[in-house]
Structure formats: structure tokens, C-alpha cells
């Protein structure tokens, strides 16, 4: 089994442009989230989503979207990129709350903004 | 302000010893609380949780421990071997209304080394 699968692994921007970090998962989980980590920080949300065609803030939204067009996939956009994103994202997964509680995470984008 | 925290950024073991990480929390409304181990270059993997109501849970060698009078939680490896080497981090997840996601709040980590 995949799990969750994130897309690209590495990239490397110039401030002011935009990407797409690709998440797919294949558990067909309901809830689908994005996180980033920065050192000594942890893992903070970003955004999240309960199911197909919904998305909702979380921690630190702010520079990014999100959308959720198929329930396997959730995609996260930076529209202008800031050095300030240059961080490790992770996106993960989990089963509705009555059918587990562990999430499941990608292997992370480094992403570096220059 | 931050709802789970792990005030030891890292902890050197001996191998065949007892690796004892530690977190705190201040949200009353976390059901569940996880334990997650990281490798570099790699994503989160889950090792172990416990729900609110419970006090401990085992498995195999690693044992967490809850006491919610004190919102602290502890992760216990005994006995430690080098291939535990990694970053920890707790988590706790947030109940959440209904149609919301559960979400996960992350410690900052500990970083665990076992040493031969």
C-alpha cells in the first residue's frame, strides 16, 4: 500500500512565485490535513479538510489555499511564495473520528523559497 | 500559546536502559494523546496512543502513561536499542464537533539517542 504519497519531494522557489504541493492518499480517509515543521517548532496546521469539497483553516493558514476537488487528493497552493515558507510540509490522513485516531503521514517537501 | 508542550529538547539513553520522554498539555478537551517517531528525510510514523479515560497502554516496549490530574503524559522504552535513535513527538487530538475533523495539536519534539 502507498498510504500517503507527497508531491514534489524537494523544490526550490524564487520569492514572488507560485507551486503546488500534490498530496494523494489511499486509505480512503474522510480527513486529510497539511502541516508544516520548522525547527523547534513542531508541527503546526495549516489547513485541513473533512471530506471532498471542504477545507478549513487551521494554525498558520495564512500565504496558502487549499482545495479538495476528489477525496483521495488535497492539494496545497502558494500563490506568492515568501522565504519565510521555506519549511518541510508534511500531509497526512486519518479515518473519521468513530474509525481510528492515528493519523498517517507523507514523507514531507522540502521546500525552499530564495 | 502552546496547548502541548515537550520542555526537553533532547535525551541521550544507553542501550538496554529505560528511555523515559515526557509531555505536558493544557487543553482539558483532548481525547486522545499519540506518540509519533520521526526519522530524518522521513514522515511521521505512529507508535502509540492512549485515550483520555485510561491511564496506560502498552505495546511491546514502549508504554505511555497518563496522568490527567497533572496533564502530563510519558513515553517509556525499555530497554532502549540504537534503532529508537529518532525525534518523538506527542500529540493530542482535539474532540471536535460534529462534521469537524479531528485535528492533532504536535509537541515541539524530543530528539532521543540511544548510545551503545
Known amino acids: 500500500n502507498a498510504g500517503v504519497t507527497q508531491t514534489p519531494k524537494f523544490r526550490v522557489l524564487k520569492t514572488g512565485q507560485s507551486m503546488t504541493l500534490l498530496c494523494a492518499q489511499d486509505?480512503?480517509?474522510?480527513?486529510m490535513y497539511w502541516y508544516r515543521q520548522d525547527p523547534g517548532m513542531g508541527l503546526r496546521l495549516i489547513h485541513y479538510?473533512?471530506?471532498?469539497?471542504?477545507?478549513a483553516k487551521g494554525e498558520v493558514p495564512d500565504g496558502y489555499n487549499v482545495s479538495r476537488l476528489k477525496k483521495q487528493n488535497f492539494l496545497l497552493g502558494l500563490e506568492s511564495a515568501a522565504p519565510s515558507q521555506t519549511s518541510v510540509y508534511f500531509c497526512?490522513?486519518?479515518?473519521?473520528?468513530?474509525?481510528?485516531?492515528?493519523?498517517?503521514f507523507g514523507q514531507g517537501t522540502r521546500l525552499t523559497v530564495v | 500559546d502552546q496547548q502541548v508542550k515537550q520542555n526537553s529538547p533532547s535525551l541521550s539513553v544507553q542501550e538496554g536502559r529505560i528511555s523515559i520522554l515526557n509531555c505536558d498539555y493544557t487543553?482539558?478537551?483532548?481525547?486522545?494523546f499519540l506518540w509519533y517517531k520521526k526519522y530524518p528525510a522521513e514522515g511521521p510514523t505512529f507508535l502509540i496512543s492512549i485515550s483520555s479515560i485510561k491511564d496506560k497502554n502498552e505495546d511491546g516496549r514502549f508504554t505511555v502513561f497518563l496522568n490527567k490530574s497533572a496533564k502530563h503524559l510519558s513515553l517509556h522504552i525499555v530497554p532502549s536499542q540504537p534503532g529508537d535513535s529518532a525525534v518523538y513527538f506527542c500529540a493530542a487530538r482535539t474532540i471536535g464537533l460534529t462534521g469537524t475533523a479531528s485535528k492533532l495539536t504536535f509537541g515541539t519534539g524530543t530528539r532521543l539517542q540511544v548510545t551503545l
Open positions: 487543553n482539558s478537551m483532548f481525547d486522545y
Open positions: 479538510s473533512v471530506g471532498e469539497g471542504t477545507t
Open positions: 486509505m480512503n480517509h474522510e480527513y
Open positions: 497526512a490522513s486519518s479515518p473519521r473520528r468513530d474509525r481510528g485516531t492515528e493519523a498517517f
